[in-house]
């Protein structure tokens, strides 16, 4: 089966950092995705890992341990159009490449 | 470049009512195509997902049905609503050969 958690909800105040985690039980790993989800909209990537270590783009940057089940999306300079859902998910070795999200965290920039 | 569409893009229908949303992708040939939907405030559950014409694997058990009828075109359908239908419906498709997904705009579906 499939299992994939990160938090919630997060705030944090404009022009900071943050940092939202993933951990994932999954068989079958390929690789790890990052979505933004503004309210009423549909998602737009944001990121893909497939090997350990930190894929940096922009004021993105996104992290892979494959041992550990864990990533996390980093965002640096936070503005106030970074305030959205930002969903983790795992895509499957298949013919299909089947996604698999988590529940998304929704985070608030404050100004 | 590749464009994904679906509509309608708001629906209310009354509870036991049919359903047909639909879902096309231009600029591409033989795509994987996806129906997500997505409850409030809640992540992305895959409903149907399709690797080709006529091929239909589902994800999870419900009274939604989904068809390929054209290699770019991708119907999710229902004989009778439910109230828990309601939700965000999304389609997606992914080329063959990378797992990255694109999503259309999604239909707002609301069963009263």
């Known amino acids: 089966g499939q299992n994939i958690d990160q938090p919630t909800e997060m705030t944090a105040t404009e022009g900071a950092i943050v940092q939202i985690n993933c951990t994932y039980q999954?068989?079958?790993?390929?690789?790890l995705f990052w979505y933004q989800q503004h309210a009423g909209e549909a998602p737009t990537f944001l990121s893909y890992?497939?090997?350990?270590g930190l894929e940096e783009k922009g004021r993105f940057s996104s992290f892979l341990s494959r041992s550990k089940g864990y990533s996390y999306l980093l965002l640096k300079e936070l503005q106030m159009k970074d305030s959205a859902s930002y969903l983790c998910?795992?895509?499957?070795?298949?013919?299909?490449?089947?996604?698999?999200f988590g529940s998304g965290t929704q985070l608030t920039v404050l100004p | 470049s590749q464009t994904i569409h679906q509509w309608p893009a708001t629906l209310v229908q009354p509870v036991g009512s049919p359903l047909s949303l639909e879902c096309t992708v231009e600029?591409?040939?033989?795509?994987?195509l996806y129906w997500y939907r997505q409850a409030a405030g809640r992540g992305l559950q895959l409903l149907f997902y399709?690797?080709?014409?006529?091929?239909i694997s589902s994800e999870v058990p419900q009274n939604l049905s989904a068809s390929r009828p054209q290699d770019r075109q991708f119907i999710l359908s229902s004989k009778k609503l439910l109230l828990s239908d309601s939700g965000f419906y999304l389609c997606?498709?992914?080329?063959?050969?990378?797992?990255?997904?694109?999503f259309g705009p999604g239909t707002r579906l609301t069963v009263l």
């Open positions: 997606a498709w992914s080329s063959g050969s990378a797992d990255e997904q694109f």
């Open positions: 999954t068989s079958g790993f390929n690789g």
């Open positions: 890992n497939v090997l350990d």
């Open positions: 998910a795992v895509s499957r070795r298949s013919s299909a490449r089947q996604l698999t």
């Open positions: 600029g591409t040939s033989n795509p994987n």
């Open positions: 399709s690797v080709g014409i006529g091929q």
